[in-house]
C-alpha cells in the first residue's frame, strides 16, 4: 500500500496497470497479424524485434528507476553517443575489447555521476540539469570524433561480439538475453530490495522518505549513475551490432526510450512503475514501425500510431489510478 498526494494506493492498481499494457500489446500484435499475416505469422520478424529492441529497452529499464523517483533524465541518448565514441576509439586504437567495454561503462557512470550531484546536491531540477548535460555529451562526442564516423568491421571474430550480439542457436540474438537479464535483476532490486524501496518512497513523498532514514541525495546519485552505466551498456550493444558509431545516433532513441517507459504504466507523477511493464512498452514501440510498414500502411503514420498509443496507454493509466485511489 502506498500513500501519495494524501491519497491511499492499493496493491492491486499495479497489477491492473500491468495487464492493461499487456492487453495493449496483444491488441496491437493481434492487429498487425490480421493486416500483414505474412509478416507477422513469421518468426523471423520476432527475431528482428529481439536485435533492435534491446537497444532501446535497456535504457528504458534504467530511466525507469529515475523517472520513479519523481526524477527525468533527458541526457541519456547523448550518454549513450558518447559513451560509444569510447568504445569503438579505444578498440580502434588498442585492439581490447575488455579495455573499450570497461572505458565505456566508466564514462557512462561519470556522466551519470554528473548529473547526480547537479541533481541532488546543487538542487537544480533534473529536467534543466539533464538538458544541459544533453548537449553537452552529444557536443563533445561530435567534437571529439570530428563528425566523423568509426567503423568497427575487426570487431565480428571477437569474444565480446558474440557474446554481446551473436545469435544463439544461430537464431537468437545474444543482445536479447542481455536486456531480459538486465530486467529481471532490475525487477527483483525495485520489488524486494531496499533500494528499490528507497526509490519508491522518493518518489512518493520525498521528505517523508528523509525521515524513514532514506539517503536520499545518496539514492539519486546512485539513480542518475544507473542510467549513464545502462546507456553506455546500450551504445556497446548497438556499436557491436551495427559494426559502426555515429556522432547523431543518440538524439534518435530519446522519445522512443521514453514514451516505452511512461507506455509501460510508470507514473509521470513517480513512486509508481513496474520492469515488466517497461519491457511491454519497449517491445509495443519497436513493434509499431514494422506492423505499420508490413501492413502497407506507409512508413509516415509512425508518429500518429505512437502518438495514439501513448495516449491510450497514459489514459488507462489515469483512469485505473483514480478508480483504485
Known sequence: MNIKNNKISLPGSRSFRTYAVVLVYIV?????????????????????????????LVMALGLTFVIIAGEIDLSFCSVMAFSGFIFTYIFINTGSTILAFIASLAAGAVAGFINGIIVAKVKVPSIIATLGTQFFWAGLAVVLSSGRSLIINE?????????FVGRIGGIVPAQAIWAFGIAIILS??????????SVMFIGDNR?????????????????????????????VLLACEMVTWWSTQGPG????????????????????GTIFGTVVGAFIIGSITAGIVASGVGGFWTQ???GLVLLSAVFINTFISKRRT
Not at 188 to 197: T, V
Not at 209 to 231: C, E, H, P, W, Y
Open 253 to 272: 532513441y530519446l522519445l522512443i526510450t521514453i514514451a516505452a517507459v511512461f507506455i509501460g504504466g510508470t507514473s509521470i507523477y513517480g513512486g509508481e
Open 155 to 163: 570487431i565480428r571474430p571477437s569474444l565480446l561480439y558474440k557474446i
Open 188 to 197: 527483483f532490486i525495485l520489488n524486494k530490495h531496499r533500494f528499490g524501496e
Open 28 to 56: 496491437l500484435m493481434g492487429i498487425f497479424m490480421i493486416t500483414a499475416p505474412r509478416a507477422f505469422l513469421d518468426y523471423k520478424i520476432y527475431m528482428a524485434f529481439l536485435s533492435t529492441v534491446p537497444i532501446s
Open 207 to 235: 521528505e517523508t522518505a528523509r525521515m524513514m532514514g532514506v539517503n536520499v541525495d545518496k539514492t539519486l546519485i546512485q539513480i542518475f549513475m544507473l542510467s549513464g552505466v545502462l546507456a553506455a551498456f546500450s551504445s
Open 304 to 306: 500518429l500510431v505512437v
